[in-house]
């Protein structure tokens, strides 16, 4: 078998076969196959796409590039949750506890951010100490003692999507729906669940701008979890302005802890409780008639993993069984915290018809709290705090959002990007005609 030929074969149209895709994900795990061959199957894929077999075929291959890790040392359902990133998306951190404190095990793998979307990792290292660096044997005692563990991706977990998404974001092929849907669920896979809840995001700081493109990527990893023996579930949610009201590690992680203490913003709550619910289903810690029944029946134990304080509790063992420092959970003024406050001003008055969400990710990033390469360091201590979202009524001068800065050209910069980001109509055009205003858009679209 020659890649020239698999090339040639993808690049005139035409469905590779196992043995091909096996081919190709083994030889270039290797590094036999060199990366300009592999860029070139990526570009022809991107072009003349994957069958849903093949988009199969190659998670699989890819899954089993390396590691598989093996959780049967945990009792109880594994339950996965992964997001395909957003801004101001500190999901996992409110929601993670909140389901083990229901007593269902969550063994996770979480990534960094990149570009102007945060990650899961770089919050939680907010808490001084904080490690994600533990081994399978930590990973599963700390799962079965506590009932969460996080770690990142190990260069032996999906060792060939590690290479390839490295390739593909800088050959310009990172946006096709099977190299993503691929990419996301091997991992998935060799980090060993039994369970996954995708939460996929979608609109302006989303990767899939359209609902149509946010369904048709859900539908297609759920297919592939599926597949594979996994309980699979997939949320469509809201990625068109932040989730919540803090963008950047440790106001993020303020935010969630806000949450778990019962003062979230509601479109965050909204979020953790249908993701959550869906958790305990798949995890079988509610039986009930109905469908219908189990989610309300989930919600009440979530929320009241809230009110009784459990879930604030588990946060705080959590990130003490992973070294960090669980003061800062019930003192927040622990965490790291900018020495520059600059608050930014509506220009005029108005509504808030729509939010460039990208852009608000872009501020945070300019502030200092994203990574501009793989390498970059992050200071957890800046971002921003929007006042006013998408729908609210504002008058010139009052206050849209707050900058936390370490430096002052910086803060300057991000103010006059955020301004940019806001579209503020004095005048809705259809009001005249008798229509109402758009609202802000619910949080969630579907679940599959
Ligand atoms: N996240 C991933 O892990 N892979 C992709 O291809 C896109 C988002």
Excluded at 241 to 246: D, E, I, R, V
Aim: charged residues 25%; proline residues 3%; aromatic residues 4%.
């Amino acid at each position: 078998m020659r890649m020239y030929d698999i090339i040639m074969k993808k690049r005139n149209g035409g469905e590779l076969t196992e043995e091909e895709i096996q081919f190709f994900v083994n030889g270039f795990t290797r590094g036999v196959i060199p990366d300009y061959q592999a860029a070139a199957l990526m570009m022809a894929i991107y072009f003349e796409k994957m069958t849903g077999e093949e988009t199969y075929l190659l998670t699989m291959a890819m899954a089993h590039s390396g590691d598989v890790l093996d959780l049967s040392g945990i009792q109880g359902v594994k339950v996965d949750k992964h997001s395909t990133g957003g801004v101001g998306d500190k999901t996992s951190l409110a929601l993670i506890p909140m389901v083990a404190a229901c007593g269902i095990p969550v063994a996770k793998m979480s990534g960094r951010g990149l570009g102007h979307t945060g990650g899961t990792i770089d919050k939680l290292e907010s808490f001084s100490g904080f490690t994600t660096e533990l081994t399978e044997e930590e990973f599963v005692r700390n799962v079965n003692r506590i009932g969460i563990a996080i770690m990142g991706q190990t260069a032996d977990l999906a060792p060939a999507d590690k290479k390839l998404y490295a390739l593909r974001d800088v050959t310009a092929t990172v946006d096709n729906l099977s190299l993503i849907a691929s990419s996301i669920m091997s991992k998935k896979l060799a980090a060993g669940a039994d369970a996954i809840v995708l939460d996929v995001k979608t609109g302006s700081g989303a990767f899939m701008k359209s609902k149509e493109d946010a369904f048709l990527l859900a539908r297609e990893m759920v297919e592939i979890g599926r597949r594979a023996g996994k309980h699979t579930i997939a949320v469509i949610s809201d990625m068109d302005q932040p989730l919540g009201y803090a963008v950047g590690n440790a106001l993020e992680v303020r935010e969630a802890i806000e949450t778990l203490k019962g003062n979230g913003p509601e479109d965050f709550v909204e979020l953790c409780l249908t993701l959550g619910s869906q958790m305990l289903i798949a995890g079988g810690r509610v039986k009930a008639s109905s469908h219908q029944e189990a989610q309300t029946q989930a919600r009440n134990l979530l929320l009241d993993a809230i009110d009784s304080g459990k879930a604030l509790k588990k946060l705080a063992e959590f990130v003490d069984a992973q070294g960090g420092d669980s003061r800062a959970v019930f003192d927040t003024s622990l965490l790291p915290k900018a020495s520059l406050i600059k608050e930014v001003k509506a220009p005029k008055s108005g509504r808030i018809t729509h939010i460039k969400c990208d852009e608000i990710g872009m501020c945070s990033l300019i502030l200092g709290g994203g990574r501009e390469t793989k390498e970059s360091a992050v200071d957890l201590s800046v971002g921003l705090v929007l006042k006013r979202k998408a729908g609210d009524e504002i008058k010139v001068g009052e206050t849209l959002a707050v900058l936390h800065a370490n430096d002052p050209d910086k803060a300057e910069a991000a103010s006059s990007r955020f301004l940019k980001a806001y579209t503020i109509e004095e005048e809705w055009p259809g009001e005249k005609a008798g229509q109402i205003r758009p609202a802000a858009p619910g949080i969630i679209h579907g679940i599959l």
